[in-house]
């Protein structure tokens, strides 16, 4: 999930309030699953957060050839949750573990 959809789906607060309690909380739980709505991976964390994303399976798109870090993003298109319980097929939670070179944006 986004910070946004953390911040709607509990209807409380916007995305900059998740992000802060998530600094100031989130080691404590999986904080690399709460992203940002582009893709890409938190600056300074990009390592420990990209073995997390390939240890659970989550969908990547590749860096574009542009970008200067060539850090893969989230393809969020695919890895999004949209926050049922059910985990089922239009919940986001399926896919491949590699995404390709561009298989989608951030809507």
């Not at 959809?5 to 709460?34: K, N, S, T």
């Amino acid at each position: 999930m986004t910070y946004g959809d953390v911040a709607e789906w509990l209807e409380e607060g916007g995305p900059r309030q998740v992000g802060r309690v998530m600094a100031l909380y989130g080691a404590a739980v999986p904080w690399w699953r709460v992203v940002r709505a582009d893709g890409r991976l938190l600056p300074g964390s990009e390592v420990r957060a990209l073995g997390n994303y390939r240890d659970e399976g989550t969908p990547l798109r590749t860096a574009p050839h542009a970008a200067e870090d060539h850090i893969p993003r989230l393809d969020m298109r695919r890895a999004r949750w949209d926050g049922r319980q059910d985990g089922g097929p239009d919940s986001g939670a399926e896919g491949d573990a590699e995404g390709g070179a561009d298989a989608g944006t951030a809507p």
